[in-house]
Each structure stands twice: as structure tokens, then as C-alpha cells.
């Protein structure tokens, strides 16, 4: 499959502001798509994620709204803290062919 | 309950030289696989296996060798490193026996070719 663009690279906002990072996908076939975070120096940890069936998906802070006749799907994060810092990786999954996006570092400033 | 252990954490390699990145996992996860990470680039599929015995290959395979004789292990070997190799690297594993989904990751080799 394509890979995944991802938008913005870099991502700055002022602590309690809202941060969304946007995800485009090509192949219409794809039907799961996992938002990653990574802190320094860890690994990628899965933090929300939707199936092509549902078009919007809330945990607390954050939430993922998917849009299957544009083929994209966004993460939303309210009331942004300092601890979500970090870089966040989309990906879109057909099968078991998992394809992540570029990334988004994103600094939350107190 | 450790999860996905990945050692070393760090390497320095010489242009030629073979190693092995080492992963390990405790919960009886069939799916395994690594990938490498490179700034601008997200996170890129080498190898993966469905289960012991049983290996395939991923988006950027060349010059990496991989074998499965256990569930719990999936070492990765770099036959002659190069520069190209240069990376970070991650081993992951999921509950989901095809992968795709429910992946736990390491905590990642960091390596360096010169």
C-alpha cells in the first residue's frame, strides 16, 4: 500500500490549547487506523484508534474522527498538558500491512 | 511482565561488520516484527513473522536477515553493515496472530554505521 502523509511535522501550542494532527490515506480498502505516541528515547505506544466503520472515537482528552469518502482521518487532543509532548504517528492498516505516517513533534509550552 | 525487551540499546558498527539486534517477548504473542525509524520517515516494516518457524518480508528487507526457532524470540541480523543502516530500530509484537493491530513495541537499538 501508499504511505500514509501526515500534517503538520512540527506542532506548537500554549499549554490548555487544542492540537489535531491530520492523516490522508490512499487505499480506500484500509479499515483500521492507530494513533502512536512516542516519547524520548521509548518506543511507539498505541493511544487511540478507529475502525473504518466508525467516524468519530473519544478518550478523554483525546479523540479521532475518521472520514472515509475523503480518506482522512484526524487526532484531536483538548486541554493540552506539558506530558503530551511528543512526537504522534498515524497509520492505516489493510490486512496485516500496517503503514505509519511521517510523524508530528509536538511541544506543548507552559 | 516485561513486554518486548530489545537489547542493546545502543551500537557502534564499522562499515562490514555483522550483528545481531535481539528481541524478546513474554506475552505469547505469535505476531512479531521489526522496523526501522528515520527522521521524515515514520516507521518502515523489515521483516515480520506469524509464528515460530515462519518468517516473511517486509518493506525494506535488503540486508537483513531474520529467523523465529521460538515463539518468544525474533533476533534481527545485519549481514555486512553500511551507512544506510544507520537507524533506529524496533521490535514489536501483537496479540493479533496476523498482526495489523495490538502492537506493543520495544524501547529501541539505536544504531550507528561508520
Known amino acids: 500500500g501508499e504511505n500514509v502523509e501526515q500534517h503538520p511535522s512540527t506542532l506548537s501550542v500554549q499549554e490548555g490549547d487544542s492540537a489535531v494532527i491530520k492523516c490522508t490515506y490512499s487505499?480506500?480498502?484500509?479499515?483500521?487506523f492507530p494513533w502512536y505516541k512516542q516519547e524520548l528515547g521509548k518506543g511507539p505506544q498505541l493511544i487511540i484508534d478507529?475502525?473504518?466503520?466508525?467516524g468519530e472515537k473519544k478518550d478523554q482528552r483525546i479523540a479521532v474522527t475518521l472520514n472515509k469518502t475523503a480518506k482522512h482521518f484526524s487526532l484531536h487532543i483538548t486541554e493540552t498538558q506539558p506530558e503530551d509532548s511528543a512526537v504522534y504517528f498515524c497509520?492505516?492498516?489493510?490486512?496485516?500491512?500496517?503503514?505509519f505516517g511521517a510523524g508530528t513533534r509536538l511541544t506543548v509550552k507552559p | 511482565n516485561a513486554g518486548v525487551t530489545q537489547t542493546p540499546k545502543f551500537q557502534v558498527l564499522k562499515t562490514g561488520q555483522s550483528m545481531t539486534l535481539q528481541c524478546a517477548q513474554d506475552?505469547?504473542?505469535?505476531?512479531m516484527s521489526w522496523y526501522r525509524q528515520d527522521p521524515g520517515m515514520g516507521l518502515r516494516l523489515i521483516h515480520y513473522?506469524?509464528?515460530?518457524?515462519?518468517?516473511d518480508q517486509g518493506e525494506v528487507p535488503n540486508g537483513y536477515n531474520v529467523s523465529r526457532s521460538t515463539t518468544e524470540d525474533f533476533p534481527l541480523r545485519l549481514l555486512s553493515a553500511a551507512p544506510s543502516q544507520t537507524s533506529v530500530y524496533f521490535c514489536?509484537?501483537?496479540?493479533?496472530?496476523?498482526?495489523?493491530?495490538?502492537?506493543?513495541f520495544g524501547s529501541g537499538t539505536r544504531l550507528t554505521v561508520v
Open positions: 514489536a509484537s501483537s496479540y493479533y496472530r496476523t498482526g495489523g493491530e495490538g502492537y506493543t
Open positions: 487505499d480506500s480498502a484500509s479499515n483500521y
Open positions: 478507529i475502525r473504518s466503520n466508525v
Open positions: 497509520a492505516d492498516v489493510k490486512g496485516n500491512d500496517m503503514r
Open positions: 506475552m505469547n504473542h505469535e505476531y
Open positions: 513473522s506469524v509464528g515460530a518457524g515462519i518468517t
